[in-house]
């Protein structure tokens, strides 16, 4: 199944929707005469059983046209979708995830995943305009995020993905001057040597810097999550391109680690890595303020974000 959040003309109020197979999106709480207040609510009451899955598809299986335009089903040019999580107890990023790029990195002996936090207030929606400030080169990153439906702690690979509950696309803006030039410190020991030190607070959190969405896909209908083909497109021209496969470290193995340290919960995102610009582009030239337009950035059945680029 696939599931957003939206709102609608005049009524902001957040609503969980779930997509019908003649595109329609029906309000999931409509359909189930219960409220729902938010994504990380609806999977809550899923996970807790209070909302079976299963009955919920053969529902909406079953509904006629009729029977959907009397639920309210709207076409999705007549909402406006939300990322379909906007407020995640956690959201985890991976770095350096690439094949490539971790390959010809000085590492440790016992290399492990590197990753950092993002923010809410950078999550915006599937075709929402990104804001950028005068900061230098910003560059898109699309990335397979997945949402977490049942909580944990140490929480083995093999059973990680009894732990998922869908897919998502997300594009993680990438403030490259601003890492490179001035975010930044280097640290003097007393014995003369240095260490580079750079914490992705800021150059990874800009509001509006994670365009998410366009739909929540459920894990049953992505059997395999890395065999998916990514691609970034700035202004009809392809930038960026990959597949999930090309990673290092893989989803299970992401959930055992992550949980090693941090109790998952319900609603936590994590994205696992971005894939390689295409030339001549590269990750730092793909300036979205100073081309300006619109960037795309999607991945095989899971759907398309589309996002206008406003300098700010």
């Not at 046209?65 to 009397?70: I, P, V």
């Not at 607070?201 to 896909?217: A, Q, Y």
């Not at 030339?279 to 303020?289: A, G, N, V």
Request: charged share 25%; glycine share 8%; net charge negative.
């Amino acid at each position: 199944m696939r599931f957003c959040q939206f709102d609608t003309p005049g009524n902001t109020r957040c609503r969980v929707g779930v997509q019908l197979a003649s595109g329609q999106i029906v309000d999931v709480a409509v359909l189930l005469d219960r409220p729902v207040a938010s994504m990380v609510d609806f999977i809550a009451l899923a996970h807790d059983g209070a909302i079976d899955l299963a009955d919920l598809r053969s529902r909406i299986d079953g509904l006629d046209e009729a029977a959907a335009l009397q639920l309210g089903a709207r076409s999705p040019d007549q909402i406006h979708l939300r990322a379909p999580v906007t407020e995640p107890p956690k959201f985890f990023a991976i770095a350096i995830n690439g094949k490539a790029n971790f390959e010809r990195s000085i590492k440790p002996d016992n290399p492990r995943p590197q990753y950092f936090i993002k923010l809410r207030t950078c999550i915006t929606g599937p075709y929402d305009p990104i804001e950028i400030p005068d900061i230098g080169s910003v560059g898109p990153e699309v990335e397979l995020a997945l949402v977490i439906g049942r909580g944990g702690k140490h929480i083995a690979a093999a059973d990680a993905h009894r732990h998922i509950f869908g897919y998502t696309v997300h594009n993680d803006l990438t403030a490259h001057d601003l890492r490179a030039k001035s975010e930044w410190i280097n640290l003097r020991r007393k014995d003369g040597s240095e260490e580079r030190l750079t914490y992705p607070g800021r150059w990874k959190n800009f509001d509006t810097f994670s365009p998410m969405g366009p739909f929540l896909v459920t894990a049953d209908e992505v059997p395999d999550p890395h065999n998916l083909a990514l691609d970034a497109h700035l202004n009809g021209e392809l930038v960026q391109q990959g597949d999930s496969s090309d990673v290092v470290y893989r989803i299970p193995e992401l959930i055992e680690y992550l949980s090693a340290a941090h109790t998952l919960e319900v609603g936590d995102i994590l994205s696992i890595g971005t894939v390689p610009a295409v030339e001549p582009w590269k990750m730092s030239t793909i300036d979205l303020r100073r081309f300006g337009g619109t960037i795309d950035a999607s991945i095989a059945g899971l759907g398309r974000l589309s996002n206008p680029i406003r300098a700010v």
